[in-house]
């Protein structure tokens, strides 16, 4: 165990300096290249920084609007149809919000584990499925917005429908494995 840990403190360092150790003796210019991929980078954040605008000010008047607790609230019963726990219901603004923002779902769960407890039923549950799923709108803001791709129709159905299915796993997982 030791040796892992040493390792891991050792290898961001040692990349720091063998990768433009190597490009120097390769003859490759090291500070150009960087100045060059640094600038491609910025181009890239300032091409994006209005989609990325337009889905932080969405998902802001999409709480501040009271239109998650209202989904929330109407997404109950199909939780309760379901034979669920009743309790089950307050991981629903996570399971909505997950899709949106990474940092909003994150302070959701952040919420519930410590209502909740982390070893409770809704703090596991919360974990679980901040790990299997993604932040798909913010994916298709920045990742797709990047490069300039419009047409994206397909790959927000796949990435909700599989934000779904890692509300359903997570679910079930938690409640066999706990």
């Known amino acids: 165990m030791n040796i892992i840990a040493e390792i891991s403190r050792w290898a961001i360092p040692l990349l720091l300096l063998l990768i433009p150790l190597l490009a120097y003796l390769r003859k490759v210019p090291v500070y150009e290249s960087f100045v060059a991929g640094a600038e491609d980078g910025f181009k890239t954040g300032v091409r994006i ?24 609230r109407l997404l109950a019963p199909i939780f309760n149809y379901f034979g669920l726990d009743p309790n089950l219901t307050a991981i629903i603004p996570l399971a909505i919000l997950r899709p949106l923002s990474g940092s909003g779902a994150l302070g959701v769960a952040t919420q519930l584990i410590n209502q909740y407890g982390p070893d409770s039923l809704i703090g596991r549950l919360a974990s679980t499925l901040q790990g299997s799923t993604d932040t798909t709108f913010f994916v298709l803001t920045v990742y797709f917005g990047s490069v300039g791709i419009r047409k994206y129709r397909y790959a927000l159905k796949v990435g909700l429908l599989a934000d779904l299915v890692g509300l359903i796993a997570s679910i079930w997982i938690v409640h066999r494995v706990f």
């Open 49 to 72: 920084l209005p989609f990325l605008i337009g889905m932080l000010v969405s998902i802001r008047v999409f709480i501040d609007s009271g239109a998650l607790d209202l989904l929330a």
